[in-house]
């Protein structure tokens, strides 16, 4: 039976949606084609005649959680952003958050195509922060500097309070609230 345009379109978004979970929650060996066509409520074919291969569904997976991202942060203030992206709610919940955070130590040992995601990934967040900055009325030499700071501090310190959640949850939650204050006195208006 053939699908419509309109029907293959929606089950295309799907398995993308699909996947973006998977990857985001238990990273890329967890994201299997068989888990995501069965929570899409497809076959395995029916994956297969829209992705030609894992790697290539990997891509765009990562490729829209980063879309999505940065759109949802594009829409909030510096101050609200460190209180978003460093909080308990967005570390307890990585399969609808932040893919910098969830895949950064797996990134090099994954295809070309994938790393140049991340990397345009990680440029793009860069960028709004550095907007935000100048904004403020930073510098663009400073507030680019000091951008691919905070994008680093963000994305470690979010990936490392996830790693000592279940052993040092107290640990978990200083590792967030440190860097967010941290950051918040950087970002604060130079006098």
């Known amino acids: ?25 238990g990273g890329f060996g967890a994201m ?22 894992k790697e290539a569904l990997s891509s765009e997976a990562l490729a829209e959680s980063v879309r999505q991202c940065h759109s949802d942060f594009s829409k909030l203030s510096l101050d609200d952003l460190l209180g978003h992206y460093l909080s308990v709610q967005h570390r307890d919940y990585p399969e609808s958050g932040c893919p910098m955070a969830a895949l950064v ?19 793009g967040f860069v960028g709004l922060v550095k907007s935000g900055l100048k904004a403020e009325g930073r510098s663009s030499i400073e507030s680019r500097e000091l951008s691919i700071f905070a994008v680093a501090a963000m ?29 918040a006195r950087l970002f604060a208006p130079a006098a």
Do not use: C, W
């Open 1 to 25: 039976m053939k699908v419509s345009k309109a029907q293959a379109a929606e089950n295309r978004a799907s398995i993308v949606e699909v996947a973006s979970r998977q990857m985001r929650r």
């Open 155 to 183: 994305v470690g310190a979010l990936a490392i309070s996830r790693a000592l959640q279940e052993t040092k949850p107290a640990a978990s939650e200083t590792v967030l609230g440190v860097v967010r204050r941290q950051l």
């Open 105 to 123: 130590s797996q990134i090099s040992q994954q295809d070309e195509a994938i790393q140049e995601e991340f990397a345009n990934g990680f440029d």
């Open 32 to 53: 299997t084609v068989g888990e995501v066509a069965k929570a899409a409520g497809l076959t395995h074919g029916a994956l297969y005649s829209h992705f030609p291969s």
